[in-house]
């Protein structure tokens, strides 16, 4: 019943993108100072080079300026959720974007099966490969996306 109640806040609180790969939550108020098309152009272009394709259970995103306050971190991933949740308040787009490319990454591992060891996803586990190659490869989505938008990075 708790879930359905959040979905319904959600959808009339919200913005709502779709597509064939992800829905997309963002809050009215989380676009300050960029546009809400290039949220959706960077999950796009994230998903591309992740080579993810559409899945059987859709990816959901959630793009907020309401923290929750037991949250520890800017963004996680529930794995086999396929859920991102990633706060935006009073953070820099290009941050937005790092952390939301390093928890798709994190998507991405969960599709290959690569979180089910529970060692390795537990989030005061820093440092285990799990997490090192969400940020390697996120910084790796960063640049490719600044030779598609350099406008972004000047």
Known sequence: ??????????????????????????????????????????????????????????????????????????????????????????RHKLDVFRSLAHELVHYSQDLKGELNDPTQVQSENDGVPIENEANSVAGVIMREYGRKRPEFFG
Not at 63 to 84: G, I, M, Q, R
């Open 1 to 90: 019943m708790e879930d359905i109640k959040k979905y319904i806040i959600d959808l009339f609180i919200n913005e709502r993108y779709e597509s064939s790969r992800f829905v997309a939550f963002v809050d009215a108020d989380v676009c300050d100072g960029f546009n809400k098309s290039d949220i959706i152009e960077f999950i796009s272009f994230s998903l591309d080079f992740l080579d993810i394709e559409k899945q059987d259970k859709q990816l959901s995103i959630k793009l907020t300026n309401k923290p929750e306050p037991e949250l520890k971190s800017f963004a996680y991933y529930v794995p086999n959720d396929h859920y991102v949740y990633v706060n935006c308040k009073n």
